[in-house]
């Protein structure tokens, strides 16, 4: 069985999930070093493109399920106070 993490939800503070840790932590890192490529505001589009390219291709081959991993992680990055939203239309993103 795979080692798991419990993840934290911005929009559900009391609860919490358990989700793959290997995924978790990939999909963590690149959407760090996404941000890393620049200063402005990312819209979730924008920074699911972004990470995809430095996501293991053996964890998430072509691409796969990127996008709910990325916004299983910005909810709980958003909850630890890592990344914050904007009041923009549409949302973007930005490390805190």
Known sequence: MADMIEIQNVNTPEKTSRVNAAKYNAMKAAIL????????PQTAAQLKEAAKSYLPQDLF?????????????????????????HATKPLTFSLT
């Open 33 to 40: 070093q996404a941000f890393a490529q620049t200063s402005a």
């Open 61 to 85: 081959p072509e691409g796969a399920t990127a996008g709910w991993w990325l916004k299983a992680v910005q909810l709980d990055l958003e909850a630890k106070g890592v990344m914050q939203r």
